[in-house]
Structures are given as C-alpha cells and as structure tokens.
C-alpha cells in the first residue's frame, strides 16, 4: 500500500523568498516519487522525478528535491520564488516500475505575494 | 512538452447524454489513464490501458466507460451524463522505459446540468 501526505494546503511566500512544499509518503515498495504542478485550467506538468540514483534531484524552473528514506519524505525547495511559480503542485508517489500505481497527494497550493 | 492532447477542453451538457471525452498522444506510449479531478482535489485513477485491446478499471469507481482500438488514442464515454460526472478529467500515458512517468493532457472540464 501506499501513500502521500502533502503537509500544508497553502504555503504563502514572497517574491524572491524560498520555497519549501513538504512531502512525504508511505510505501512497502521501493518507491519512485514525482513533483508535479498544475497552473490554473491546464494538465499536470513534471518538475522532477527521483527513482533510485541520485538522492537529490533537479528539477525544471530552478526546482530540486531531495528523497530522504529515513524521514520517509520528498520535499520540494526553490531557493528564490517568482510570480509564475504560483501554481497547485502534487507530490505523487509510485510502486517503481508500475506506472498504473500513481498515488498522488492532495496538493498544495503556492501563493507568491509581490 | 508532452504530445497529449484532449478534446474538448471545456464542455456543458445536458443530464441524460451520451458524451465522449477524446483523447490522444503521439508518443507512442503503450501505457494510458484516466483521472478525475474535482476542484482543489487530487486525481483519482478511473481508468488505464496496459496497450491495444486492454482496459483496466482503476481505484475509484466510475460509470465511465473507455476503449483502446490504437495504441495513441484512449477516449472515455459517459452513456447517460448525470450531474455527479461534472469533474475535470486528465489523460495521461506513460512509457516504461522512461521509467514509468507519466505524462498529462490539459484535461477536459465537464459541467452536467
């Protein structure tokens, strides 16, 4: 079984200010874990993935996340929030190797005040 | 950028008709969903496709019926619409050997009146 706990709804930042969405999950698998975001009215696009090789993970749009096994968690960090970062982003957690196993989060949703 | 789409993005229909959600990509992922998502909710799995031939229900229960005749094209049919369907549904598909991701369309809002 497995699941996602996405810890804040809304996380409120200012422009230029770090970010930080938390993450974290439970799996009796080896888990592959993704950040995914999701502007308003449009589809889920990837920010990263992590699946077994680096701990720390790079993502698009100066986004990185690092899988800590021990604290079971996979948060998402921006050292500096910009305005078009303003979007709902998933955690989503999955049995590696089996893509129909998707778990996602409940979402939070990033406000960047000016 | 993910080479899926679907049609139509927005939709208002009738209780009572049939509708059918389209939807399509170019990557030739054998692997496709169905989600569900209702408004400041996570996406729950309603349907998926292993490839041609094959469909799978998912974990949340739907009236929603899909089929898989080509591998690029997953559409998902609504016989008889009821308000409870209003919802936004998102494709996605995946390939396995990019490690399972799953890529998404911009989804299909649905308003049942």
């Known amino acids: 079984a497995q699941s996602v706990t996405q810890l804040d709804s809304h996380v409120s930042v200012s422009e230029g200010t770090p970010v930080l969405l938390r993450c974290n999950y439970s799996?009796?698998?080896?888990?592959?874990l993704f950040w995914y975001v999701q502007h308003p009215n449009k589809g889920l696009q990837l920010l990263l993935k992590y699946t077994s090789a680096a701990t720390l993970v790079k993502g698009i749009n100066g986004f990185e996340a690092e899988f800590k096994k021990s604290e079971t968690s996979f948060h998402l960090t921006k050292p500096s929030a910009h305005m078009s970062d303003a979007a709902e982003y998933f955690c989503v957690v999955s049995r590696r190797n089996y893509g129909q196993n998707f778990v996602f989060g409940p979402g939070t949703r990033l406000s960047v005040l000016p | 950028e993910a080479d899926i789409y679907q049609t139509p993005r927005y939709l208002v229909i009738g209780t009572g008709k049939k509708i059918t959600l389209e939807c399509s990509q170019t990557m030739g992922h054998d692997k496709m969903y169905w989600y569900q998502q209702d408004p400041g909710m996570e996406l729950h799995l309603i349907h998926y496709?292993?490839?041609?031939?094959?469909?799978e229900k998912g974990d949340l229960s739907s009236e929603s019926t899909v089929s898989r005749i080509r591998t690029e094209h997953f559409p998902l049919t609504l016989e008889s619409a009821r308000p409870s369907h209003t919802s936004q549904y998102l494709c996605a598909s995946s390939d396995p050997r990019g490690g399972e991701t799953q890529y998404f369309g911009p989804g299909t809002r649905l308003l049942v009146l």
């Open positions: 799996s009796s698998y080896s888990p592959s």
């Open positions: 496709s292993y490839g041609v031939n094959s469909t």
